[in-house]
């Protein structure tokens, strides 16, 4: 009896779950009368803006997880070797993205650094580029921070400090060549997970007025039919993408640890 | 350790100076431009202290873009729990095989990332005029939902919608918690003479309780904020807070400013309190699960 339930539940739940997946997909071929075809799919990718926009989002996103990389690794790193105090405050910090949404946070950053504030970010493109990135920073913040604090609390940060430094190792070298090292597959885990919101994210960027691959979608969604689908069936290959590709860095730093 | 006593003065703002970088970048990007919003919900234009932003909030049309949200968030969040319950209850404790577990936790993790605009565009082709469902229910039997009331551009039609992200975040957070669900309680219980449903009354459900109310909230939380889906999905018409934000910093819809940040700090007071609800919750229930 149990188990009936259980199948039924579950099995109505991934019907929720694949309709609207099966409903994109067929959808997407269906722009030729009569029969099914990729015309959708080749109309997407012969269009210069969708190259355009889906690699300015790559670039920024690439931007994103390096700037994240440079102020997650060391601030975790020092707050665990010498701070243990900062600790919460750091935590709630990295926190409030989650508590403030996003499209607060960039309507402050569009009041913030207007043309005549103090730092008139938003008076250049580059400026925008940098303010959006920092954007972006902040909303991966959560996930990158647990992802790099959570990899360091299996290593022995105070042990391998002493070491590389008795080896005459300054801290640029700790941090690059031990604790990066060290902490990577946490680095990559969260490195793929900001890909994957950054690469859909749509309210900064259009609050900004960029040309992200978010705002296309939407603009595309608002004046066609057959490509909005075959959009969504591309940026849920995305999104899966990521996601299995730091599933994979994950199960195959186990695989390392079950060796050594 | 032959230079403390001269190192000791020196020590403490030098350590300090290691997360000087992630301050100066959390209060450039997060706190600054947070305050200026909390700041000028009770700014007048010429920059004196008023109370009147927030009291111009109490016009019709805003309170009902409040309310529509918070109505939104609530049934999203409550939907979401109790499938999300459901689902990980009957993978966890239904009998079936443990190959279907990991593909559904994986499955969640992704489906809980694909929200905003492409998952729109997946609804629209599906239960939209002329998706998928929507016309396979009208020629194999007949049953015409626009006839019977149903527009995915509505307010159930977003409800729908939303949980797609919604429920798989629920089987995320919620399958630790049912993991945490010691063996010997139950059986404990049973040979107290408890059966099932008294178990779960007396015993699981309490025990769940701080995590499922805390996963409420942050599921909650998550559809305030929701920006991209509605808007890919109806467009800049549809009356719900985030959305009149939006359009209120494109275009001065309110003719305004200040009251829109008074609007952003109503988001804020109300997105805060549902996270701290969660926060305050998680940390009691994480008592049990060691």
Redesign the interface.
Known sequence: MTRFFAWGTFLLGCLFFALPLIGMTEFSLKMRRGEYSFDAYRRVFEDQRFWDTFSYSLILAAATIVVGVLLVVPTAYWVRLKLPQARPVIEFITLLPLVIPAIVIVFGYIRLYNTSSFLPLTGSALGTDILLTMGYTTLALPYMYRSVDTGLRTIDVATLTEAAQSLGAGWITILSRIILPNVMVAVLSGAFLTLAIVLGEFTMAALLNRPAFGPFMQLLGANRAYEPPALAVIAFAITWGCMGLMQLVTRFSKHERAKA | MPKQTGGQRLRLPL??L??L??VV??V??????????VV?AFQTPDGGFTLQNLLDLNTPSIRSAYWTSIKLSFVTALLGCA?GF??A???V????PKG?RNPLV??S???S???????????????GPV???TVWLRTEFGINLRAMGFNLLSFWGLVITY??FQ??LMILIIIPALDGLKREWREAAAVLGATGAQYWRMVALPILFPSLLGTFALLF?NA??A??TA??LT?PQLNIV?IK??AQ??GDVLGNPNL?YAL?FG??VI??LA??LY?WLRVRSERWLK
């Open positions: 350590e300090w290691g997360i970088p992630f970048f959390a450039l990007f997060l706190i600054l431009p947070t305050m200026k919003i000028g499938i459901a689902m209850a009957a993978v404790f239904g009998g079936m279907v994986t499955f993790g992704v489906a990332n694909f929200a905003g605009v492409p998952l729109a565009f997946a609804f629209i082709a599906t239960l998706g998928l469902v949980l797609f429920i798989p939380a305030f904020g920006v991209a808007f890919a467009g985030p934000l939006f910093i494109r829109g952003a988001m804020i997105t805060a996270n701290f926060i």
